[in-house]
């Protein structure tokens, strides 16, 4: 299959999956594994866990295509830390300049920085074999990736990326039902 295609599979799938984590907490009766994977407040750090979900998911069709490929780990922990870079970096500047949340380039947001993690996969799958020790090294740092990610999803830090901005409050704990808030306000 031609790598643009695939490139633009990718970028379809994991924005689809994303975004269909952004409301499965609620959607399936706000279940705890679930939340674990899933946005479970409106935090910066719940809409970076969105992205990295459908790309750890989709890391099954990439790791069976591109998984003997010597660059695959490098590729696999940079796409990953662009997710975890370029959401807040565009949110945040763009907050800044605005001063205000806007929530089309919120979206728009998401779907950029899948759209540069993908193309950085890509690029350095495509490059010349990497040193080994970097396939070791970049291996391990993406088990210290995933249980960091966990980690912060069952102990989110006290720190503005972790905060609701809404509730005012972190992780499990600043979760606020949209669909139950949606029929309240539908009632009215």
């Given at each position: 299959?031609?790598?643009?295609?695939?490139?633009w599979?990718?970028?379809?799938?994991?924005?689809?999956?994303?975004?269909?984590?952004?409301?499965?907490?609620?959607?399936?009766?706000?279940?705890?594994?679930i939340?674990?994977?899933?946005?479970?407040?409106?935090?910066?750090?719940?809409?970076?866990?969105?992205?990295?979900?459908?790309?750890?998911?989709?890391?099954?069709?990439?790791?069976?295509?591109?998984?003997?490929n010597?660059?695959?780990?490098?590729?696999?922990?940079?796409?990953?830390?662009?997710?975890?870079?370029?959401?807040?970096?565009?949110?945040?500047?763009y907050?800044?300049?605005?001063?205000?949340?806007?929530?089309?380039?919120?979206?728009?947001?998401?779907?950029?920085?899948?759209?540069?993690?993908?193309?950085?996969?890509?690029?350095?799958?495509?490059?010349?074999?990497?040193?080994?020790?970097?396939?070791?090294?970049?291996?391990?740092?993406?088990?210290?990736?995933?249980?960091?990610?966990?980690?912060?999803?069952?102990?989110?830090?006290?720190?503005?990326?972790?905060?609701?901005?809404?509730?005012?409050?972190?992780?499990?704990?600043?979760?606020?039902?949209?669909?139950?808030?949606?029929k309240?306000?539908?009632?009215?």
């Open positions: 299959m031609d790598n643009t295609l695939i490139i599979i990718s970028i379809i799938a994991i924005s689809a999956m994303g975004t269909l984590a952004h409301f499965l907490y609620d959607l399936t009766g706000e279940q705890r594994p939340g674990l994977f899933t946005a479970v407040n409106e935090s910066t750090w719940e809409h970076i866990k969105i992205a990295i979900t459908p790309s750890l998911l989709w890391a099954l069709y990439d790791g069976y295509y591109y998984g003997e010597p660059n695959y780990f490098c590729a696999k922990l940079m796409s990953l830390l662009v997710l975890v870079f370029f959401i807040p970096f565009i949110f945040y500047t907050k800044r300049i605005i001063k205000k949340p806007v929530l089309l380039i919120d979206i728009l947001t998401f779907y950029i920085a899948i759209i540069l993690s993908q193309l950085t996969f890509y690029a350095i799958i495509g490059l010349a074999p990497m040193w080994y020790a970097c396939t070791y090294l970049s291996a391990i740092a993406l088990f210290i990736f995933f249980g960091c990610y966990m980690t912060l999803t069952l102990a989110p830090l006290k720190t503005f990326l972790f905060k609701d901005p809404i509730t005012g409050k972190y992780g499990f704990r600043a979760h606020r039902n949209f669909f139950k808030n949606l309240k306000k539908s009632k009215k």
